[in-house]
């Protein structure tokens, strides 16, 4: 339990950049040949995008990819100068992606006569689609650009992406083989192909190519189900504002969900469903107070939860822990998502701006 005067905020995530380095580690020794081209997009998954990757240039990753080209001058205005691959259509156009020199990823024949038209000897890889049905440039009429890629001096990397990685091995197999004959109808092999997420590099690394895509894993989420686990990157905590006893039959929170069956001592945290806690947790998700699970009671609104707490309870100020370890209990990142229906992926984007990212 903390001290009211070290607790920085109303509600905080501790990012622990040591475990984000060594789970990028990891994945390197599963595909050493490959080079890796970490995912910062979407702020990091949620977790800055700027101290992430300054903390990812000690793995000499190759670059860093992002899916915005505001992402990626976010990331140039704060000295990052490695690669920067803008993976997504470019819907504020392509010239702001050449004025922050950034490569963009483009995805059908329009793009790639517009780039080059640009930008001229620029780099800039193609998306192909091999089963996605997303963007890219379907993987069996790459032939028809390929004389038009073959002139191009700034074709530097070819690439997909696998649609059921973590379900279906065999559909990876499938699209990796469409990739293999879309490089077959080019005149020669650009520099760089790429097609491995977190579990396809984990799990078939017979697919990691020149670079490897991980985004979930080096951020402490499971990817796929091998033994390989990557260590907590993430801890999300909330001061616990006071507590309250509810008596029977009392109700908690809106639309009085939750009726005390017997004298219950109720704690309100600092944290709601507009800092990330997803309202589908209401009244089946948990706290950690004291090294103790704390259920919670009644709806979660939009600034605040109530949890259910043994004894006389915690003062106010203390840390409640929404994701992360405390004492020998843990509630880990898939829990929660788990519990609200969704993926770990979107608990982490989802967490609000106004939870402060604390590093160590």
Same mark, same amino acid.
Request: hydrophobic share 45%; charged share 20%.
């Given at each position: 339990?903390?001290?009211?005067?070290?607790? #920085?905020?109303?509600?905080?995530?501790?990012?622990?950049? +040591?475990?984000?380095?060594?789970?990028?580690?990891?994945?390197?020794?599963?595909?050493?040949?490959?080079?890796?081209?970490?995912?910062?997009?979407?702020?990091?998954?949620?977790?800055?995008?700027?101290?992430?990757?300054?903390?990812?240039?000690?793995?000499?990753?190759?670059?860093?990819?992002?899916?915005?080209?505001?992402?990626?001058?976010?990331?140039?205005?704060?000295?990052?100068?490695?690669?920067?691959?803008?993976?997504?259509?470019?819907?504020?156009?392509? +010239?702001?992606?050449?004025?922050?020199?950034?490569?963009?990823?483009?995805?059908?024949?329009?793009?790639?006569?517009?780039?080059?038209?640009?930008?001229?000897?620029?780099?800039?890889?193609?998306?192909?689609?091999?089963?996605?049905?997303?963007?890219?440039?379907?993987?069996?009429?790459?032939?028809?650009?390929?004389?038009?890629?073959?002139?191009? #001096?700034?074709?530097?990397?070819?690439?997909?992406?696998?649609?059921?990685?973590?379900?279906?091995?065999?559909?990876?197999? +499938?699209?990796?083989?469409? $990739?293999?004959?879309? $490089?077959?109808?080019?005149?020669?092999?650009?520099? $760089?192909?790429?097609?491995?997420?977190?579990?396809?590099?984990?799990?078939?690394?017979?697919?990691?190519?020149?670079?490897?895509?991980?985004?979930?894993?080096?951020?402490?989420?499971?990817?796929?189900?091998?033994?390989?686990?990557?260590?907590?990157?993430?801890?999300?905590?909330?001061?616990?504002?006071?507590?309250?006893?509810?008596? #029977?039959?009392?109700?908690?929170?809106?639309?009085?969900?939750?009726?005390?069956?017997?004298?219950?001592?109720?704690?309100?945290?600092?944290?709601?469903?507009?800092?990330?806690? #997803?309202?589908?947790?209401?009244?089946?998700?948990?706290?950690?107070?004291?090294?103790?699970?704390?259920?919670?009671?009644?709806?979660?609104?939009?600034?605040?939860?109530?949890?259910?707490?043994?004894?006389?309870?915690?003062?106010?100020?203390?840390?409640?822990?929404?994701?992360?370890?405390?004492?020998?209990?843990?509630?880990?990142?898939?829990?929660?998502?788990?519990?609200?229906?969704?993926?770990?992926?979107?608990?982490?984007?989802? $967490?609000?701006?106004?939870?402060?990212?604390?590093?160590?």
């Amino acid at each position: 339990m903390r001290e009211q005067s070290s607790v #920085p905020d109303r509600t905080w995530v501790e990012v622990d950049l +040591e475990a984000l380095v060594a789970n990028a580690r990891t994945l390197q020794a599963r595909v050493p040949a490959a080079r890796l081209l970490p995912m910062v997009k979407a702020n990091a998954y949620g977790l800055g995008a700027v101290p992430v990757a300054r903390a990812l240039e000690r793995v000499d990753p190759w670059g860093f990819a992002v899916a915005t080209a505001h992402e990626g001058a976010e990331l140039r205005e704060a000295g990052i100068t490695r690669p920067v691959l803008v993976m997504g259509p470019q819907t504020a156009g392509l +010239e702001l992606v050449a004025a922050h020199g950034l490569t963009p990823a483009l995805g059908s024949l329009e793009q790639i006569a517009a780039w080059t038209a640009l930008a001229p000897g620029r780099p800039f890889h193609v998306e192909v689609d091999t089963g996605m049905a997303r963007w890219g440039v379907p993987w069996d009429a790459l032939g028809a650009a390929a004389e038009r890629l073959g002139a191009a #001096p700034g074709f530097q990397g070819l690439f997909t992406h696998f649609h059921s990685a973590p379900e279906d091995p065999a559909s990876v197999r +499938e699209q990796w083989e469409r $990739l293999q004959a879309a $490089l077959a109808a080019l005149p020669s092999r650009p520099p $760089l192909v790429h097609a491995a997420n977190s579990t396809a590099a984990l799990e078939c690394p017979e697919t990691a190519g020149d670079l490897v895509r991980p985004g979930i894993f080096l951020y402490g989420g499971r990817a796929g189900s091998g033994p390989l686990r990557p260590r907590p990157v993430v801890e999300w905590r909330a001061v616990v504002l006071g507590t309250r006893w509810v008596e #029977p039959g009392g109700t908690v929170s809106y639309g009085a969900t939750w009726r005390a069956a017997a004298r219950t001592r109720v704690a309100t945290l600092a944290a709601g469903y507009a800092d990330g806690l #997803p309202r589908a947790l209401s009244n089946s998700g948990a706290a950690l107070i004291g090294g103790r699970r704390a259920p919670i009671v009644g709806r979660v609104t939009m600034d605040f939860t109530m949890v259910a707490v043994d004894g006389p309870g915690p003062e106010p100020g203390a840390a409640a822990t929404l994701i992360g370890t405390d004492g020998g209990e843990t509630i880990a990142v898939e829990d929660v998502a788990a519990q609200a229906g969704t993926i770990s992926y979107e608990i982490l984007t989802g $967490l609000g701006r106004r939870v402060r990212r604390v590093y160590r």
